[in-house]
Structures are given as C-alpha cells and as structure tokens.
C-alpha cells in the first residue's frame, strides 16, 4: 500500500502546520529537506527562527539563523536564503521600521552559523523583503520592495535589480508592481505618513514558466477583508513597463485571500516544490491568536495565471513523497545502476566529489535506452559539463566540486531536459532514440558522493516544441491530428477522441490545462481513469454549458461560460479508495473509487480545445 493511504483512504494535512508564530516564512528545499525561515526573533536569542522538515507539514524546531547585529536595530524581517557553490546567503531587511535596509548574511550551513557580510545591498531609505531569482541561463536578480512617494498610489511597490554578484547589486532598480487598486490601500488616512492615502504592495517571490515570468506579492492591510495575495506577469525580467497585475479587487479577486471568520490575513508567501519535486506549494502566514502562523497550500498555473488550492481549513490530500531511493548510493568509486525505469520520471541528485588528477578525471550519468547510451560528463579538470558528446559548456571557475550541487533530470519519453543549480544544460529538450531504461553513475579517478537521491515517476507535458505528439510517445485516435502550436496541442473533435501516454499507476494525480477553441459546439472534454476496458472514473466538462460531471453525472455549473474561453485546470488524485475531482482551485467531489491499477487518458468529443498543460505523477 502507498504511504499515502492509510486503510484505503488517502493521508491528510490541516493548516495551520506550524501553529506558533512564524511571520514571512520563507522555504528553502536543500539535499532533499526543507528548511523555513521566519521574521524576528528566535527564542534562543538569535533572530530568524529556523524550524525544518521532509514533507513540509510535520516541523522541528532548530534555534535563530543568526547573532543579532552588534549595534542591534529593533526590527529583523523577512529573511531568504538561496545557496551556491557550499554557502547559504541569508537577505534579510533591518532597521527601525521608518528606515530599513537590505543585508546578506552567509554561512556554510542552512540552519544555524549566519555571520552577516557588512554588505548593505541597497540605498533606499526604506528596502524590505528581499527575494533572489535566478534565471535559466543563471542571471540573478534581486526583487524587492521600497516606497514610492510620488507615484499616483503613494505607497510601498516593488522592484528589481541585476545582481553583479551575491553582494552587490546593479544600482539600477526597475519597478515591477506598484499600487494600482483600492484593494491595496493598507491606511486611508496614514499618520505616520503625512495623512496620505497610503497603499501596500510587498513580499515579491518570482517564478518563470514557458517564457512569461510571475511575481506573487502581498497587497493591503491585513485587518482588512480585502488583504490578499495576487500576481503580475511580463515577458521580460527587467521590462521598461510595470508588469500587468492579476487582481483588480473587485471583477477579479486575489488569489489567496481573508475568508471572514475563517482565515485572517494570508500573506508574505513564498513557493516551493513539494518532497516528490513536481508539486508546488505556496507557503504563507496568516493570524490566529497566536500570531502570524505557518500554513500551506497546493498551487498551480493555467496558462498565464496562478491559482492556490486555498486558503484551506479542512483537512488537505498530504504532500505527495518521492519514491524509495532503489538501490545503494553511498559513495563508490565503482558507481551503481537504476534499472527498469518507466518511460517517464523526475529525478533530483544532490552530489558533491572529490576531483582526482590527469586526464579522464570525467564524472557524471550515462542514460541507457534500447538503441544507445548518453553520457552526462562532468570534468573537473576544463572545469565544463557537456550532454551527448557535444555542446561543452564551461562552468564558473570558481565552481567548487567539492561543495554540494544539484542535478534535475527530467525524462519524458524520448525528451530529457537537464538542470544544474537551477541552470538549465538542455536550451532544448535533447531528443534521445528511445525512452531511458537505466541510469548508472561514474567515476574515474574521483571519488563521487550522493546525499539525495530523489525520483518521482511520471512527466508533466507543456508542448514547448513543435515534436509531432505521437513521436513521444503519445497514443491518440489513429484519425485525428492534434498539431503543436504556440505552446498547445490543438484538439478538433468531429467524433470520439482518446489521447493517453504512459504506464497504468495504481496511485496517482492527473491534470490538464485546457481552453475551449469553438465554444458553439456540443460537446465534451474531460479526464478519464480506466482500468483494462472499464472507465473507473471520468471527471469532464460540456463546453456549451459549461457544467463539469463525474461519470457523466452534472455536479456543478461554472457560473461564467466564457471563462472557458481562458485556460482552466481539471485534476484527480486517486490514492486507495479515494479521488478527490478538482476543477482549478475548487474541490468539485470526493469519491469513492476502486483501488486498481488504471491508465490515464483524456477524451475529446465533438469539441474543439487547445491543452497548454498534461501531467501525470505517480504516488
């Protein structure tokens, strides 16, 4: 049975995770466990209190990250670390409420030992919330949030800013997201001010998916119902226009927002890839009487938007675990071999080694398939990693082989995307002869060492490139031609419709992101489990009305049918005798279903939609 079922029933969470206070937590995935950060100060006396975890529900706590400053300021906020090359940087803000400034601070741990760097990173009479992003090909950058006392909405926005290195920034902040809507008026009437009509945009965190960059950010006064968190998005990282914002307040609500009665003030959030790597979880505050209190949530995207599965406060499908490491990866020369892999996984490797001396000093994987082998080859002696025997890439000379680094493959039948530290080696999907059968590690005159080893079977499928579907893998209705365009698999329906991919899983979570092309046609679109030739479970939508149904049952009507017209999500997870039926963020159904092995497949009939999105990850 999967560790997620317990009795035939799936595992659950239930917010608050964390119920001491714990404002502006920030998470930090490093060698396969989670470390969170909070604002103020710890109870051991040193400031940012540090808690960790391996599922991100159950926490331990660790004391403060670090010594207060000699000369100590009253006020320590919204610490993040980002970790490189075997140091962690801890940015945080510190000052006096009325002035506050950016600082770094590094230590060689994630938990304890930061000594701050006497850097100041920025020159702004008022600087908080710092956030690092780092970008496909490596650029950093610095977002964070200042005052604007001449804008048309007086108030704090953010802003970003080029990193020259981990201590220095470019000195040329751009705004991102500046106040706009009443929804983030935090004080009509603010003394401290002046009396100014004050508003409050803060707490960015930055992600980037098929080319278009996403900021979240906290906007408002807690106290008020209409405190939340929204996004903006932009196609350029340092746009010379502020990026487009989400939620107005009114037609279009935040995101993640005070539900009275219920939940109070969710905000501050950051974002970070669940323990099976794939899922993503918003991670955010909200106040209870014991404060500002750690609670979390699954999030997603549907084309250009986000949408968080909350603010939840019933119990929550528990966070989806990697599977069990298969064989011994303790450090040997001699390396070792995963065998029989299913035609699409994810795994993450935390690795560090030991550079012997001469030539052919080379370390790295090699992935076997039916028809050849491809060798991911590191050499610490050119300092370059290369793929495939080609396209040598040099590292930074001050990369240090000896500090832990991470490796994130991802096979999807014949595609295999490779990241490093983030940074992707694979500007495209490398296109290999036949899905990877085994992975097998080497080392010649090194000695190589593994501290997490982490896989997750399944593939998530954004259509980034024009690959002809049915070369990858993909079985669709022999008479059908469902082309890639512009980032979607195009389905015409005139009849029946069946696409699948991939081997049947007993447990499961199954999603796609679609939008109705020809809202004039009768016809349906949906999800369906299937166990040999019998339809376990079907979870679709009828794209004239706009009414979802389960096993061809109506169980809800979206209210809006054009919303149909923009990108939307529908989600099962299966584990046990349980699926939970999702439509976006809204939990549609809970079912009892047969505990059987089933495949994935969608259908199409007489319907027109575009997919931006298909991913199917074991459990």
């Keep these: 049975m999967s560790d997620h079922a317990s009795g035939g029933a799936i595992k659950t969470y239930l917010n608050p995770v964390y119920p001491k206070s714990f404002p502006d937590p920030f998470v930090l995935k490093h060698d396969g466990r989670f470390y969170c950060y909070s604002t103020g100060f710890a109870e051991d006396g040193n400031v940012f209190g540090v808690i960790t975890s391996n599922d991100l529900v159950n926490w331990t706590e660790l004391g403060g990250a670090m010594k207060p400053l000699e000369t100590s300021p009253p006020y320590y906020w919204a610490p993040e670390v980002t970790y490189s090359n075997g140091k962690f940087y801890l940015y945080y803000s510190v000052g006096n409420e009325t002035l506050m400034e950016i600082r770094v601070a590094v230590s060689d741990r994630p938990d304890s030992g930061f000594i701050d ?43 970003v800013d080029r990193m020259i290195d981990w201590f220095t920034l470019a000195g040329e902040p751009h705004p991102v997201t500046r106040a706009k809507y009443d929804w983030q008026v935090y004080d009509p009437n603010r003394k401290e001010k002046g009396g100014v009509r004050w508003h409050t945009v803060e707490g960015p965190t930055v992600m980037k998916r098929k080319g278009t960059y996403f900021e979240m950010f906290s906007g408002g006064n807690w106290q008020n119902t209409t405190y939340g968190v929204s996004f903006a998005t932009s196609n350029e990282i340092e746009a010379p226009d502020e990026w487009e914002q989400f939620s107005d307040g009114a037609q279009v609500l935040p995101i993640l927002r005070t539900e009275p009665d219920l939940i109070v003030g969710p905000g501050h959030n950051s974002v970070v890839r669940g323990p099976n790597n794939r899922e993503l979880y918003c991670v955010y505050h909200r106040w209870t009487d014991d404060g500002r209190v750690l609670a979390i949530d699954r999030m997603d995207f549907a084309g250009k938007r986000i949408f968080v599965v909350g603010a939840t406060h019933t119990p929550q499908p528990m966070t989806f675990a990697p599977a069990p490491n298969p064989c011994d990866l303790s450090a040997s020369s001699q390396g070792w ?8 996984f994810l795994c993450e490797i935390t690795f560090k080694c030991r550079p012997g001396k001469g030539e052919n000093a080379d370390i790295g994987f090699s992935f076997a398939t039916d028809a050849e082998s491809v060798c991911l080859k590191f050499d610490p002696i050119s300092n370059e990693i290369s793929l495939g025997g080609v396209g040598a890439r040099k590292l930074d000379p001050e990369f240090d082989w000896t500090a832990k680094h991470l490796i994130r493959i991802e096979a999807d039948h014949r595609k295999l995307r490779i990241s490093l530290d983030g940074a992707d080696i694979t500007a495209c999907p490398y296109l290999l002869a036949d899905p990877v059968t085994a992975i097998t590690s080497f080392s010649e005159k090194n000695e190589l060492e593994i501290s997490s080893f982490q896989f997750t079977e399944g593939f998530e499928e954004l259509f980034e490139d024009d690959l002809d579907p049915r070369s990858n893998g993909w079985q669709i209705t022999a008479e059908a031609t469902c082309p890639v365009e512009s980032g979607d698999l195009l389905v015409h329906a005139d009849s029946r419709i ?80 349980e699926a939970f039926c999702y439509f976006d963020d809204l939990l549609i159904k809970k079912i009892e279903i047969d505990d059987v092995e089933c495949s994935a497949h969608l259908f199409c009939d007489r319907a027109s939609v575009a997919i931006e999105m298909i991913r199917l990850t074991s459990i």
Excluded at 140 to 149: E, H, I, R
Excluded at 337 to 344: C, N, Q, R, Y
Excluded at 532 to 538: F, S, W
């Design 117 to 159: 760097s006497c850097h100041r990173m920025t020159y702004e009479d008022f600087a908080i919330d710092a956030h690092v992003f780092i970008d496909d090909d490596g650029s950093k950058y610095l977002f964070y949030a200042t005052d604007f006392l001449e804008h048309s909405h007086i108030g704090t926005g953010t802003v």
């Design 337 to 344: 071999t995963i065998g029989d892999l299913p035609s699409s």
């Design 498 to 577: 069946d696409i699948t991919k991939h081997r049947p899983l007993q447990h499961c979570e199954f999603a796609v992101n679609f939008r109705v092309t020809d809202s004039d046609r009768v016809g349906r679109f949906g999800l369906v489990l299937r166990a040999e030739r019998n339809d376990v479970l079907q979870l679709s939508v009828d794209t004239s009305d706009a009414t979802l149904a389960i096993n061809n049952e109506p169980i809800h009507r979206i209210t809006d049918e054009a919303t149909l017209q923009a990108y939307h999500q529908l989600r099962v997870i299966k584990v046990g005798v």
